[in-house]
């Protein structure tokens, strides 16, 4: 088993910034993709950035490209989201996520297995 614990989700205003943090314990090394997604309400849940871990290659929806950095510490066995610009559509619950296999590029929430809690982050205008 895995267990994430997000953290770091908050309220910004527009052009503001914010930094999530997942912090993974238990059969980490079983995991070989890390991500994230968000659902907002009344939304279905969109994947915005996965990294694979063995190469820490990453990937990302065309929406964040260029705003949101993922990376990981393996020494600390926690995953970041880095989040600038942020616009009101950003708005939404955002979940770290763990797979044992998939395709990491494909940024597709059935291939993970493991879920955190989630962390509200509300970005207003």
């Known amino acids: 088993q895995v267990q994430l614990v997000e953290s770091g989700g908050g309220s910004v205003q527009a052009g503001g910034s914010l930094r999530l943090s997942c912090a993974a314990s238990?059969?980490?090394?079983?995991?070989?993709?890390m991500g994230w997604f968000r659902q907002a309400p009344g939304k279905e849940r969109e994947g915005v950035a996965t990294?694979?871990?063995?190469?820490?290659?990453?990937y990302y929806t065309d929406s964040v490209k260029g705003r949101f950095t993922i990376s990981q510490d393996n020494a600390k066995n926690t995953l970041y989201l880095q989040m600038n610009s942020l616009k009101p559509e950003d708005t939404a619950m955002y979940y770290c996520?763990?797979?044992?296999?998939?395709?990491?590029?494909?940024?597709?929430?059935?291939?993970?297995?493991?879920w955190g809690q989630g962390t509200q982050v509300t970005v207003s205008s």
């Open positions: 996520a763990a797979s044992r296999g998939g395709i990491c590029s494909l940024i597709r929430g059935g291939d993970f297995g493991y």
């Open positions: 238990g059969y980490t090394s079983s995991t070989v993709c």
């Open positions: 990294i694979y871990k063995p190469s820490g290659r990453t």
